[in-house]
Structures are given as C-alpha cells and as structure tokens.
C-alpha cells in the first residue's frame, strides 16, 4: 500500500502550538452535539425539540491502539464517529486528529483518516467491489499503479478476493460482502487512523474474527491507530486494548478491558434464559423482574426467549436466584437455563448502565 | 491534489456504470431524438411551419429553430441534473458522506466527476444532430449554424454549473429527501422559453426568465436558426450575458454551496 504525501511532523506541530503528547492520535476533548428535530403539528406548525446526543464526551487515542467505544443504541457513539471524521459539526468541545482540528483544518484531517460509516450502504450498485473502490480511491487521490495495486491489495485484506466477488456488481452482494468492501475503502489510502463504526456488523462469527484480527495488526504491527464503535461486548473484549463504555451521550467508565472487570470484584453474573408464554408481551415481564430485584440488571430478548443478567455480590447470588426464579415462575415462564459466571464485559456495561430502564 | 485524477475520476465512473449498464447507454443515445420529438410536437401544437414563422417573427429557419432549442434545453438539463441531481442521488446510496470526505471541496468534486458526463452527452448530441444540420443547411451553411450551437451549450454551460450548484446547496442543508428537483426543473425550462420563445411569456414571467442562464442559451442557440446571418450584435450580447451571469452564480455558489454544507454538518444531515 502506498504513503500519503501528507505526513505530521510533531515537532512542526509542537511549533505550531499543538499540545500533543506523541503517542495521541485521536484526542477528542468535551464534545457536545444537539441535534434540532421539528415535531409536526398541523400543516405548517411544529415543535422543536433537541436531542442532547453528546453531553461533553472525552477521551484520547494512542497510537498503535485499537479503542473501543461501547454503548447501546442511541449512546452517541455514531455522532461521536462523524465528528471524529469531520462530517458532523459539534456543539461544543473539540477534536483533533494527529494535531489537526476536526473543525479547522478538516481537509487535512480527511488526509489522514479512512472512514467505514454504515457498512450496509455506501456505493454505486451498478459498479463491481473493484470499480467501486478504484473509484473512490482517485477521488481520495490515487492514481496510477499505485492505485490499481492498493485496490487490489485491499480486496484481498478483506478477504473478497478469496470469496472470488471482488468483480461482482455491488447490488449482487451479501451484507457481509458490503461489510468487507467498507472495510476496504476505509483502507484504501493506508491511512494512519481508522474510524470505524460498527465494522463487524452483518459479518459472520469467522469473518468477524478475521477482520479483528486485521485491525489488531494494523494496530500493533502497523502503529495504525483504530477506532471502533460496536454494542457486542464479546467483541470489545477480545478486540480493543482499551475500552470507553458510553452511555446517553456521556462515557461512563474508560480503561482496559481487565481493569474493567476489576471493578467488579466480588461481583459474580447471574444469567437466566427464560421461554415467556405468549400471552405475556416480553418488555412488561422484563419490568416486574427489574422492579422486584433491585440490583443492577439488564434483559436481552432473543428469538422468543429471554435472556436476564444481574450483577450482585457473591453472597447474595442464591437469595436473587430464587426470587428472581419464582417471578419467572409465577409469570408462567419455562426456564431454560440458570448459570453462574465470573463477570465480563458485559456485566461491567450492566453495573455502570442497569439500574435504570433499558 | 491534482484536479486532474478527480476529473478522470468521473471518467472511470461513467466508463464503468455504462459497461454493466448497456441499456442505459442505449437511452442515452435515444434521448435526443426523442426530446426532438418532443419539442417539435409542442412546436406544430402552436400551428404550421408556416404559421409558426409568422408568430416568431422573423424569418427562421423551423427545423434548425427546433434543433437548436432541443440541444440548448436538454443541455440545460442534464447540467441541472447532473449536478443537483447527483447530491440527491448520493444522499439514497449514501455515498454522500464518503465523496464530502475527498480532502477537495464538495463544489469543485460535484462540479468535476460531472464535467465528463456532460462532456460525453453533449458530444452525443452533437454527433447526432450534426448530420441532420448538414443534410438541411449544406455545407458551409450547417457548420456556421453548428458553430453557433456549440458555442451556445459551452458558454451556457459556465453559469449553470454555478446556478446548479446553488441549488446543490440548498439540496444538502435540507433533510429532505423528496425530489426537488422533478418539479423545479420543467418550471425552469418553462421560464427559460425552451417549450416557447420567452417573450411571449407574461410580464411578471419575464423577469423571471431574465434571472436564468438557461434563457440565454436557448435564445443564443436559437440564433443559428435566423435564415440570412443572424445579427452579430444580438450574439455578441448574449455571449456577454453569459460571462456575466457565469461570474454571478459561480461565486455565489462558491460561498453558498459551503455554507449549505455546514449547515448540512450542523444539522447532521449528511
Ligand atoms: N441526524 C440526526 N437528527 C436528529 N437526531 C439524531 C440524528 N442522528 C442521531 N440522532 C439522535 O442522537 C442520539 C445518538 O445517536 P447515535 O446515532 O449517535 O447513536 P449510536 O450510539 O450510534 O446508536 P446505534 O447503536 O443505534 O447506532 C440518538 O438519540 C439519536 O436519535
Ligand atoms: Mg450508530
């Protein structure tokens, strides 16, 4: 893959006034974001209504990392993603990229970078993965042999060579296949930082691994520095060195994977999978559950079952069993499977977000 | 960067999108022959050859009138299409985002992945009516007329590049996603006199139609249809017309087509 022409000097930017520390390369300082929507009343009133997605968010990025941003829908981690990336105006706070500002030198930043937003859309449908991808990267500013040769060297990262669609039309492609071509884009110019919302979304369990393991070499072998926003815990845990848990527009916790679950110590999960009877709509049962147990907790509906999780001191674990058992009882649900475990990241997300409604 | 590979960029693209679309290119090569069609039926719906001399005025020549109309109006479209057209279109295919990522400004993007479209379907055009120019007017006779056409769809190509690109900006700080573009534009060939020459518009209309570039380039072309020579005085006034107006709406759209992006990254509709 090729080098970009731009290149950060951090001693030119420490002359320029750039306080940075060598190893930040993503510093996002006290960003705010309020989003106008208009409520319609009637044929020409409205409402406005704001919609405070980021409360003052911060956080920074080493170089070398790959950073997660953990939340669950409607955290803010795609707001937080635009800005990063310079497409997305905040309200307040700033950013910067290697030194640059978001806001200020945004077309340098947009050197710098290679973005995957939605990975389910994003081409021309009527261009192959190749031409789609050769296309945006000139319009990136490759041209050439360079050009060909990195096209081709990021079909094959991502792996549609080898599923033999990289000259396929992109409308005859799967979700995991766009998934893969986003990836690919994002690459294209070898950039020194990658934003990535949700890369794994739509892949499966094997092609998800593969490309976690593409980032955490890029990251680590590379000094490629890598964002990623995803709401699977499983997935932060094994793929990001450091992880901001956010909640509502405002990060939570922020640390390493294992200093997280440290704070639960003492602390075991309890997870409860449940059939609910038909009749009982599976939001109203997961409330009296949530109500009646007073710990932090959190409930998954998934394919017809339930799936509850509740966080608590060890020697409080058999007295919520039961409770928690007798309710579901009671609401006439079939239990399918009780466990124990020690806590992962999961649970951390639950005692920091559960206590309230999800 | 270089201007020169966004501008081949655009090439690629439309290289690539007829290969794996062939039937889109064969429209492509229908379509002036139908708008001709088209516009000549709207033209004898005012009445004869004859009679249509009598109602313009001056002695032109129809077949090359409906010529030169077809050409300046379908022109005009596909440069408002192809640039405000192309937010749109980026906007349902979500490609917006990534081309506003180009380190280049969004204007000077849009402008040059288009200019080879526009290249490509003027040229069409042309090579299509040109030999029907030269069977009607002669030699010498088709080649002054064509001239005059050709320079009439380049210069009117400069201010409507702006005047498009106006109403991009309007089109990318709106969270809209409804077709503008559908209704606006017939509006605008209707003000600019393509369906009827635009003095016989109503007074208030009028003034409307000054306001377009399109007006200037569909009556700049209709000039190759003035049986004799045309006035050269008329020409070199509408040419001046044009250089004016390119001036105008491109610097406006320089400036606005920004702000509307940054309202577009305020409101978060991109
Ligand atoms: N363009 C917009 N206009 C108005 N509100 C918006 C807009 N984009 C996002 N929001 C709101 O801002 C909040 C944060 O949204 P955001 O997309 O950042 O969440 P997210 O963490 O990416 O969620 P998800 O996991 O579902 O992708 C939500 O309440 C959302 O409804
Ligand atoms: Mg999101």
């Not at chain 1, 639960?264 to 009982?280: M, R, T």
């Not at chain 2, 033209?43 to 009138?65: C, I, R, T």
Request: glycine residues 8%.
């Amino acid at each position: 893959m090729l080098k970009l022409d731009v290149k950060y000097d951090v001693l030119e930017l420490r002359n320029r006034g750039y306080s940075m520390s060598e190893e930040d390369s993503i510093i996002a300082r006290n960003l705010r974001k309020i989003y106008s929507t208009y409520l319609r009343k009637g044929l020409i009133k409205r409402e406005r209504q704001e919609v405070h997605a980021l409360k003052g968010v911060s956080f920074s990025v080493k170089r070398g990392e790959v950073f997660g941003l953990l939340g669950p829908n409607g955290a803010g981690k795609t707001t937080t993603v635009k800005i990063l990336s310079t497409l997305l105006l905040p309200d307040g706070g700033e950013a910067r990229i290697l030194g640059f500002d978001v806001v200020k030198d945004a077309s340098k930043v947009r050197k710098l970078i290679g973005v995957s937003l939605t990975v389910e859309k994003g081409f021309f449908w009527k261009l192959t993965g190749r031409e789609n991808l050769t296309y945006f990267g000139m319009l990136y500013g490759l041209d050439g042999q360079e050009l060909r040769a990195s096209v081709q060297q990021c079909l094959e990262l991502v792996g549609l060579t080898s599923l033999g669609v990289a000259d396929k039309l992109y409308e005859e492609y799967s979700l995991g296949m766009k998934a893969r071509l986003s990836i690919a884009r994002a690459l294209i110019t070898d950039p020194e930082v990658l934003i990535l919302d949700e890369p794994t979304l739509g892949l499966d369990p094997p092609s998800a691994r593969t490309l976690r393991e593409l980032l955490v070499e890029l990251a680590h072998k590379k000094g490629k520095t890598v964002l990623v926003t995803t709401h699977n815990m499983f997935e932060a845990e094994i793929l990001c060195d450091r992880v901001a848990i956010i909640n509502e527009g405002k990060i939570v916790a922020l640390d390493e994977v294992e200093k997280l679950k440290r704070r639960l110590a003492g602390k075991v999960s309890l997870e409860i999978i449940a059939a609910p009877p038909a009749k009982v709509p599976v939001t109203s049962l997961i409330e009296t559950v949530r109500s009646l147990i007073g710990a932090p907790s959190k409930a998954f509906p998934e394919n017809g079952l339930v799936r509850l999780k509740v966080v608590q001191p060890l020697e409080r674990v058999e007295e919520t069993t039961s409770r928690v058992l007798d309710i579901l009882h009671r609401k006439g649900c079939k239990i399918r499977r009780v466990e124990v475990k020690e806590p992962n990241l999961e649970d951390v997300f639950i005692h920091l977000t559960g206590r309230k409604g999800f | 960067m270089a201007l020169r590979t966004l501008f081949k960029s655009g090439v690629v693209l439309d290289i690539y999108f007829f290969k794996n679309n062939r039937s889109a290119f064969l429209f492509t090569l229908i379509w002036p022959y139908l708008t001709l069609t088209l516009i000549i039926g709207m033209g004898y719906l005012f009445g004869s050859a004859e009679s249509f001399k009598q109602n313009v005025g001056v002695s032109v020549d129809p077949l090359m009138y409906f010529i030169a109309s077809t050409l300046a109006t379908m022109v005009s479209l596909d440069v408002m299409w192809g640039i405000g057209g192309s937010v749109l279109e980026h906007r349902w295919i979500g490609t917006l985002p990534y081309i506003l990522l180009s380190p280049n400004r969004t204007s000077i993007t849009l402008v040059l992945t288009y200019i080879p479209r526009y290249l490509l379907n003027a040229g069409i055009q042309l090579a299509e009516f040109a030999p029907l120019i030269f069977v009607v007017e002669g030699f010498y006779g088709g080649l002054f007329r064509l001239s005059i056409v050709i320079l009439a769809i380049t210069l009117g190509m400069l201010p409507l590049l702006g005047f498009s690109a106006l109403f991009t900006s309007f089109l990318l700080s709106i969270k809209e996603e409804s077709n503008v573009l559908g209704w606006l534009n017939p509006l605008i060939l209707l003000f600019s006199g393509a369906f009827y020459p635009a003095y016989l518009l109503p007074r208030w209309a009028r003034i409307i139609s000054k306001a377009l570039p399109s007006t200037y380039t569909i009556e700049l072309a209709r000039l190759s249809a003035i049986i004799g020579s045309p006035e050269l005085r008329k020409i070199t006034l509408l040419i001046g017309a044009l250089v004016a107006m390119s001036v105008i709406y491109n610097s406006a759209s320089g400036l606005l087509i920004q702000a509307g992006e940054r309202k577009a990254m305020r409101k978060g509709a991109i």
